[in-house]
C-alpha cells in the first residue's frame, strides 16, 4: 500500500532583496494512510514552507521549486494541472494555520468565508447548494469545534473573537475540505497556556472521528510524542532525523535532537537543559556540508564537507549524521 | 607644549580599523541611513534633482545666461523667439529669455518654501508636542479644536480665501499660506506624540523629576524627527504647488516678478503658437516637485527601515 | 447602532467645522483694509450714497452682530448681493456650482477605476514590467499639480491633435437644453437632446482627466502596494489552500483589504479636487463655480468671497462625509473600535 503523501527532495527557495533564501535542501518524509506524523524543529527551520509546499500554496517571491510531491502513489503534486490541484485542496487535503489571527481575512464576516469555503469544497459533488444550506452547514461545523454561541460567530468580524476562539473556527475551516489528511501547523503556539490543551484535545477528536491522517508541528514536544506515530525532526531545511514518536523522544541519536529534547524542563528534576549554542544558519550562505555542522559538538571534518546520509540506526529509526556512518 | 604636541599627534595619527574616533549610536544609525537610502536609485534621483534645483536658485543671479531679463525688460526685437541655441527655453513676450527667468523662479519658489516653512515648523511642532503631552486636558482640546479648522478645509481654498481679502503680493501669499500650514504639523506631531506619551521611557523621566520641558524637547521631539523630516521634505514641493497655483490665479506674486505660477498664466494666452512660453515654467514646476517629492519618499524609507 | 452614532458624531464635527470657517472667513473679510462700501458704490458716488450702502450692508454694527445677521440670512437662503454680477450670489452659486460639480463628479470615477485598475495591474505584476511602468508614472502624476497637466492636455490633445476642444463647456451651433435640474449633462438626458448631451461630455473629457492624474497616480500606489502586501499574507493563503477559485481570491479577498486603505485616501483626493478645479477650469475656460469664485477674489467682491468659500466648505465637508461613512461600512473595524480613541 503506497503512502498517501510522499515527499522526494524538495527544494525550495526565497527570493528576497537580499538575495536567495535557499531554505529547504532536500526534504524527504512520508506519511501512510492512518498514520499521523509529527514534525518537530526550531522556528524558521522550513517546517511551514514544506507544508505549504504540498499544497502549493508557498508565497509569491517562492523561486527554484523542485522535487516531487506523491500522492497516493501515482500523482505528483508539482505536476497536476489546476483542476486537479483544485479538487486536492477542496477535497481531500486541508491546513490549520499557526496564528489564527493573520490566518483570517480582516474584513470579512466569518460566517462569509465559511460559505464561501463550503461552497467551493462540495461544489464537485455535482449540485450547487443554496444560501441556507451553506450557513446551516456551516453552523453545523462551528458546533463541531465546541464554539459556544455557533450564529454570534457566524455573524462576527475575526477581530471580535478571542484567540482560540479564532483558532476553532480555522479548524472548522479545515474540517469542511479535508478528508484525507490534516496538518495541522502549530495550532496552539500562538493561544495561552490554558486554551492549548483545550485545542489539542479538540483536534484528537476530529481527527479520530473523521479518520484522518494528520501532520503534526508543535513545539508542544509532549503533545506530540503522545498524540502521533512517528516524528520527523528537522533542521535548516532538512530531515535530520525519524523514528517512532515514543523511540525517538526517549533515544534521540542526532545532536540536535538531543539537544532539544534536553532544553524542555521536566518535571521528574534535572533542571533545564544546557540549550544548543549558536544560531540558525544565515540560508543566503547555508554551509555546506551538514547544515548543522557549526553548532555540533561531536562535528568532525568529513561534517563540513560532504551533506551526511540517511542512516537506519534501529527498526524505523532513521538518521542524516556522520556519527552513525561508521557501522 | 609637550601637550599640545601629543593632541595633535593623537588627532593625526592613522588609525586602526577597530578603531573610530565617534562611534556615538548617533553617528552609527546616521551612517546606516545613508547606506539605506543610497540603495534606492529613486531617492538619489530625488536627491540629485533637489540639489540642483537648490544650487539652480542660490547661484541664480550667476549662472542665469541673462539675468537681467528677471526683472523689467523689454526688447521687442527679440520677443517670441522658440527654442535656439541662444535662447534654450525661447523668449517670451516681451522678449526675456524664459530659461532665466525658469532659474530665477526656482529661486523665487524655493525662497517662499524656506520663509514659510521656518515660520510654520517650530511653532505647529512645539503646539503639537505640548497638546499631544498634555493629552486629554483643557490645553489639547483647544488646539486640537482650532487646529481641526484649519485642516476642514482644502488648503487651497482656504489659502485663496486669505488672499483675496488681502493686497495681492508675495508677502501676503507667504502669510496667508503660513496661517493655514501650522496645523498639520500641529497634528502630525500630536499622534505621534500621543502614541509615545505613555512609553516606560517618559514615564520614569517624569518619575525621576525631570522637567516637562526637557522631557518634551530631548526626549518625545527627537522621536518625532521622522515624520516630521519627511513632511517637511514633501511639503516643500507641496508649498511650491500652492504658491504656484495662487499666482497662476493672480492672487501670489504679480508680474514682472519671475514666478513659475505667474509664468505659466502669462504664457497661456500664446497658446498654441508660442507654447514654449508657457510649457518650461510648467514643466519646471513639476520638475522641481518631483525631486522634492522623490527625496521626502526616500526619507520616509529610511525611517521606516530604521524601526 | 455603532454605526448610527458614527454618523451622528461626524456629522456634528462636520458642522462645527463648518461653523469654524465661517466665522475666520467672515472676520477676515471684514477686517480687510479698503472701504467695501465705497467699493460698491462706485469712485465717484457721494458720501450720502456710500452712507446708505454701508447701512444696507449692516457695515456699521459691531462684528459680532455683523455675523450674526449673516448667518440669519444664509438660513434664509440669502447670500448677498454679488458686486460683479450685480445680482443675487445665491443665484450666481445655483448657476455656476453645478458645471464644477459634474467635472468633479466624471473626475472622481475616471480616477476611482482608473486607480484601482493600475494598482490591481501593478499589484498582480509586482516587480516586473507593468509595476514598474505604473510607478514611474504614479511619481510623475503626483508631482505634477493639476493645472501644468490641464495646459499639457490642452495643447497635446486640444491644439496640436485636435481631438478635443480647447475652451469652454459647449460647441457654438449646438442648441442648449432648457435648464431643468441646472445640471448640463442630466438636462440634455431629461430633454433628449443627445447631440448637447455629447457635446458637453466631449467637453468635459480633458478637463476632467487633468484633474484626475494626480489621484489616479497617488491611489494606485496605495493599491498596489496593499495588493503586494497582502498577496503574502496568511489569509490568502488559507484562501488558496482551501481552493477557492483565484478569480474569487482576487477580485474578493484580496480586492477588499487592499482597497480599503486606499478609500480613505480617496476622499482625501475627491476634496483635492475641489481645489484643484479652480486651476483647471480657469485653463480650459470651464463656466463652473471655481471661475466665478477666482473672480470675486480678484474684484474684492466681498459677499462672494464668504459665499464661495462657505459653499466650497460645505461641499468639502458633505464629501468628507460621505467617504467616511464608506470607509467605515467597508472596514468594520473603524466603527466598532471609534471609542478606543
Redesign the interface.
Known sequence: MPPLLKVNDLYVSFRTYKGILKVLDGVNLHINEGERIGLIGESGCGKTTTMKAILRILAPNAVNVKGRIIYKGSKDIMNMSRKELMMLRRNSISMIFQDPTAALNPVFKIGEQMMDIIKYSKVYEGRRMTKKELKDESLRLLKEVKLPDPERVFDSYPFQLSGGMRQRVVIAMALASAHELLIADEPTTNLDVTIQDQILKLINEVVEKRKLSVILISHALGAVKNMTNRTYVMYAGNIIEMADSHKLFDNPLHPYTQGLIESVPKLTGGGIGKGIKGRIPDYLNPPSGCRFAPRCDFVESTCRKRKPPWIEVDRNHYVACWLYAKR | MNKLKLRITNLTRKRSSLETRKSSPRRESLKRAWFNFRKSP?SLVGLGISVFCIIVAVFAPYIAPYPEHAGYYINFDEAYQPPNWKHPFGTDAYGRDVLSRVFFGFRFSLMMAGVVLSLVVPPGVILGLIAGYFRGTWLDMLIM??A??FI???????A?????????NVFNAMMAVSLMWWPWYARLVYNTVSSIRNEYYVIAAELLGVTKTHIMFKEILPNCLGPILTKLTLDV?YVI?IG??LS????GAQPPTPDLGTM??EG?KY??NY?WV??FP??A??FI??GF??LGDGIRDIFASER | MKFLTYIVRRIAFSVFSLIGLSILVFTLSRILPGDPARMAAGPRAPEWVVEQIRAQLNLDKPIYIQYFLWVKDVFRGDLGYSLVTRRSVTFDVFEFLPATLELILLSTIIFIIGSIVLGAIAGRWAYKLPDNVVRAFAYIGVSTPAFVWAIIFQLIFAWWLGWFPTQGSFSEGIIQPPKITGFKLMDSLISGNLIAFKDYLWHMILPSLALAMSPIAQNARIIRMGMVENSGKDFIALAESHGLPDRLIMLKYLFKPSVIPAVTVMGMSIAALLSNAFLVELVFNWPGFSRYAVNAMLNKDLNAIVASVLVIGIVYAVANLIVDVIVAYLDPRIRYMERGE
Not at chain 2, 476642514?152 to 482656504?158: M, Q, Y
Not at chain 2, 485663496?160 to 495681492?168: G, H
Not at chain 2, 497662476?248 to 492672487?251: A, R, T
Open positions: 529613486l479644536r482650532i481641526d479648522v476642514a478645509v482644502p488648503p487651497l481654498v482656504l485663496l480665501a486669505i488672499c483675496s481679502v488681502l493686497e495681492p514641493g504647488l504656484a497655483s497662476f490665479v493672480g492672487l505659466v498664466s497661456a497658446l498654441p507654447w508657457t510649457i510648467a514643466l514646476i513639476a516637485i518631483l517629492n522623490l
